[in-house]
């Protein structure tokens, strides 16, 4: 390692050793907003359900760099995503549930679940600049009222890069959170596209625009 990026580490280190650990929240506000989408949309209403372990599910772990230990509330996180993306695209919307006593009621039952997540934190320019970085892996599966399953897959993000932040590590928290849920997020769009061209969905056609 040269001498620059050992005095970014090591300053970078020192920055953050005040606030090297932080909890993180769901904010519905950093969930994207992509209303429909061209092909068509899911008649009827989704069901995401989820157990409670499911929603319990919390990672604690550091940075893959920087020692940041986050707090990260994935399970809450993964089914309020779900909950938004398959609303966003059902004519009336979805409901989020631990139980499957009523889904007959559904048009498509939904289970996403978190197999796997990890942060990562890229430091340099004497430790002034970072670049966060988060990996969701999920499995989705699509589930027939009595809870059969009739489609699943896993989805993985791969190693989804933010962009570079000018600063005394100002706002890394935060960011690392955003892009969290807009990774998540655009797992469960993925998994929406496949219901619908798998045909596990009754469907709608709309105009593309």
């Known amino acids: 390692m040269n001498m620059i990026k050992i005095a970014a580490v090591v300053l970078a280190t020192v920055l953050l050793s005040a606030c090297a650990s932080h909890t993180m929240a769901y904010h519905p506000d950093y969930v994207p907003d992509r209303a429909g989408v061209s092909g068509g949309r899911i008649s009827g209403r989704v069901l995401v359900y989820t157990t409670r372990s499911d929603d319990a599910r919390v990672d604690t772990s550091g940075a893959d760099t920087g020692g940041i230990v986050l707090t990260t509330p994935i399970g809450a996180m993964t089914r309020e995503i ?27 039952i939904v289970r996403p679940e978190s197999l796997a997540y990890k942060h990562g934190l890229d430091v340099s320019g004497l430790g002034f600049a970072f670049a966060t970085d988060v990996q969701c892996q999920m499995r989705i599966s699509i589930l027939d009222p009595s809870g059969r399953t ?55 056609q709309v105009a593309a625009h």
């Open 82 to 108: 779900a909950l938004k993306a398959f609303s966003q695209i059902a004519t009336d919307g979805a409901v989020a549930s631990n139980d499957l006593t009523d889904a007959g009621r559904y048009s498509v």
């Open 150 to 204: 009739l489609f699943e897959r896993v989805y993985d993000s791969g190693v989804v890069s933010g962009k570079t932040q000018v600063g005394i590590a100002t706002g890394v928290f935060d960011k690392t959170n955003k892009l969290a849920h807009e990774t998540i997020y655009d797992l469960m769009r993925r998994a929406a596209d496949d219901v619908l061209v798998i045909g596990l969905a009754p469907q709608r």
